[in-house]
């Protein structure tokens, strides 16, 4: 029964359409604004049929907002390769047979609510990369809203939306809904999947059961030091030898973990270390003289209490374990733009700091980066993201926030620069031939 109804919600793409479409597309990339056509214009000749599907779900949401983006002939084309029909009128057309709704119902009509109802939910967003996984069925409605696959093996898969990592959006995304954050209370446990009780957690954290089962909890606790116990993945990325993903046992040293063969194996070139980002896109910079040592001048650690050591004036987080190292020839300004482009992204934007801050935090750091920055914009977004940090329903406004107070906090000069020589900015690899650390004498000679 869900196979049927999968199958019969998918839209049938003609190979031709979808490459005639792509075609216009690439001939008109510097017509298409905002995100889109940036994207677009970024993998040119690389822009995939995947892709372009994509864009079709987008200007299916709704084909009055696309003319803000797209051309209205890419839009017409669009309306006859899906027959004019939006995302609403589809959602509209399939919701009462959706498999949300048969598995709510199923679930239901068979005492299941009172049992146990398991499901892992996993983003689809490298699986599109990458291209189909054999096994899993492509259907693909409300693509625009909210992406569902349902296999017949109890998992269930999204779009990818970042913000259905809070678990009252994941949740919310699994009824079928837009992903957004609930306010809590009610809890999850008390108040959750179809307003049954939901113990939500991370797939990392169930993966160590099975070893705790087979061992023991004891076991499993004498791993690591202090109340960091256990392991950890840690992805690590950016100017290194060894990029990967790895499992580490917590107390490990920053340093061993950057430059030992087992892991890290050191700087990728002979340049020198200039930042660190230990915990993901979303937690403080380090500057490479609180990297390996805490303000105090202890080893630090690979650990929740060591990263954190000193709060967010001379800390950081292990977060989610995203491990980004930079060298002297990295843009500060330009890496923490990026941050804040994808968090403007992400937003789902039912609270005002977050939905508008994020985009005021993108448009400044542009501005600055790209050789048109003003004396007060640093103040600016200094005020910016003090206003987001904890006013909003989920942490994604605290994530937002964060990296640009660490990197103002720390790199202050590096964005006075910026300000102050807009011509040597505004080429792309600006740090790449004349790093910072070289040019930095500048500002002080230069009077505000």
């Not at 002979?270 to 202890?298: F, M, Q």
């Not at 103040?379 to 994604?396: A, H, V």
Request: charged share 25%.
């Amino acid at each position: 029964m869900l196979k049927e109804i999968i199958e019969e919600s998918q839209i049938n793409y003609k190979t031709e359409d979808l490459e005639n479409l792509r075609k216009e597309i690439l001939k008109n990339k510097d017509n298409i604004e905002g995100m889109w056509g940036l994207g677009i214009r970024t993998l040119g000749d690389r822009l995939s049929l995947d892709y372009v599907k994509e864009i079709i779900s987008q200007i299916m949401d709704s084909y009055e907002a696309a003319k803000s983006s797209f051309p209205e002939h890419i839009i017409d084309m669009v309306k006859k390769i899906t027959g004019g029909r939006e995302t609403k009128s589809l959602i509209k057309e399939k919701n009462q047979n959706s498999p949300d709704k048969v598995l709510e119902k199923k679930a239901k009509s068979s005492g299941i609510s009172k049992s146990i109802l398991k499901a892992v939910y996993s983003k689809g967003l490298a699986a599109w990369k990458g291209g189909h996984r054999p096994g899993v069925p492509q259907h693909q409605w409300a693509m625009g809203r909210v992406n569902s696959f349902i296999t017949g093996k109890g998992g269930a898969r999204k779009a990818g939306a970042y913000i259905c990592g809070e678990e009252t959006a994941l949740i919310e995304s699994l009824e079928g809904n837009r992903g957004n954050p609930r306010l809590k209370p009610p809890f999850p446990a008390v108040q959750g999947l179809w307003q049954n009780p939901t113990v939500v957690n991370n797939v990392e954290t169930i993966s160590a059961v099975p070893w705790i089962v087979n061992n023991s909890g004891a076991d499993y606790a004498g791993i690591g030091i202090g109340r960091s116990t256990g392991t950890k993945l840690i992805s690590a990325s950016g100017n290194i030898k060894n990029q990967g993903v790895y499992e580490i046992e917590l107390g490990l040293s920053v340093y061993e973990f950057m430059n030992s063969d087992e892991y890290c194996g050191g700087m990728q070139t002979d340049r020198p270390l200039k930042a660190l980002v230990p915990g993901g896109s979303s937690v403080p910079i380090l500057p490479a003289n609180l990297i390996y040592k805490t303000a105090a001048g202890e080893d630090r650690l690979m650990t929740y209490e060591s990263l954190s050591d000193g709060g967010f004036a001379t800390g950081s987080m292990l977060g989610s374990g995203g491990f980004i190292v930079y060298d002297d020839r990295a843009c500060i300004v330009r890496n923490t733009w990026n941050f804040s482009r994808f968090y403007h992204h992400e937003s789902c934007g039912q609270c005002t700091p977050c939905r508008e801050g994020t985009g005021w935090l993108e448009k400044v750091l542009w501005r600055i980066e790209n050789g048109q920055g003003r004396e007060e914009d640093i103040e600016l977004l200094w005020s910016i993201q003090s206003k987001i940090e904890g006013n909003t329903i989920c942490p994604l406004g605290d994530a937002a926030s964060w990296p640009v107070a660490a990197a103002i906090r720390h790199f202050r000069d590096e964005f006075e620069y910026h300000i102050r020589f807009p011509e040597k900015v505004k080429n792309r690899d600006h740090f790449v031939n004349e790093p910072f650390e070289k040019v930095k004498h500048l500002i002080t000679k230069q009077p505000v």
